[in-house]
T-cell receptor, first 115, second 118 residues
Framework: DTGVSQDPRHKITKRGQNVTFRCDPI?????LYWYRQTLGQGPEFLTY????????KSRLLSDRFSAERPKGSFSTLEIQRTEQGDSAMYLC?????????????FGPGTRLTVL | AQTVTQSQPEMSVQEAETVTLSCTYDTSESDYYLFWYKQPPSRQMILVIR??????QNATENRFSVNFQKAAKSFSLKISDSQLGDAAMYFCAYRSANRGSTLGRLYFGRGTQLTVWP
């Protein structure tokens, strides 16, 4: 396994711009999660996919946020009309099927700075 | 919603010594999983140890072990023979084992920053 990868690792944008992040889960992991982490806090859940189906969304995921996983492999998280409050680390995680389906493996994250 | 509390924002330990990080959680569920994750300065979250709530036996992974007290809703992490590479932010996390709308998400505490002194 090559691990969960995320791209880009860092993104600086101006307020009002749209940004898109990509997550590639561990191969054959059918579950994929997005979290947001701000300084001094633990990660907070945003959304969850099982294969291509988005099964759960947090109230944190406002209308400006959208996530997709079109073919059940990689996922994208888009933030429209970014605000300074969106500045955070966006973490992606994946988990396998079967006995260890409860265990999530995290990527390195994308750090977003909104100026 | 489940809550996870880590009451120690910072801890420090001398190299080769033992340190215990505390975690408590609040849930009405009987079946769940608990985790400790480590997040070094590079920010990659790494799984340290996993505990299944229905198992009485405390999980161990090499120098890392837990003290799981289900009735007290306590899940502490003990690091033995601490090494410089153990320095990181440690997060305690909870995951429901029940099927339902919240299946999948992890609930994290705010973390404990561990410093290891040489």
């Amino acid at each position: 396994d090559t691990g969960v990868s995320q791209d880009p690792r860092h993104k600086i944008t101006k307020r009002g711009q749209n940004v898109t992040f990509r997550c590639d889960p561990i191969s054959e992991h059918n579950r994929l999660y997005w979290y947001r982490q701000t300084l001094g806090q633990g990660p907070e859940f945003l959304t969850y996919f099982q294969n291509e189906a988005q099964l759960e969304k947090s109230r944190l995921l406002s209308d400006r946020f959208s996530a997709e996983r079109p073919k059940g492999s990689f996922s994208t998280l888009e933030i429209q009309r970014t605000e300074q409050g969106d500045s955070a680390m966006y973490l992606c995680a994946s988990s396998p099927q079967g006995a260890r389906a409860d265990t999530q493996y995290f990527g390195p994250g994308t750090r977003l700075t909104v100026l | 919603a489940q809550t996870v509390t880590q009451s120690q924002p910072e801890m420090s330990v001398q190299e080769a010594e033992t340190v215990t990080l505390s975690c408590t959680y609040d849930t009405s569920e009987s079946d769940y999983y608990l985790f400790w994750y480590k997040q070094p300065p590079s920010r990659q979250m790494i799984l340290v140890i996993r505990q299944e709530a229905y198992k009485q036996q405390n999980a161990t992974e090499n120098r890392f072990s837990v003290n799981f007290q289900k009735a007290a809703k306590s899940f502490s992490l003990k690091i033995s023979d601490s090494q410089l590479g153990d320095a990181a932010m440690y997060f305690c996390a909870y995951r429901s084992a029940n099927r339902g709308s919240t299946l999948g998400r992890l609930y994290f505490g705010r973390g404990t920053q561990l410093t290891v002194w040489p």
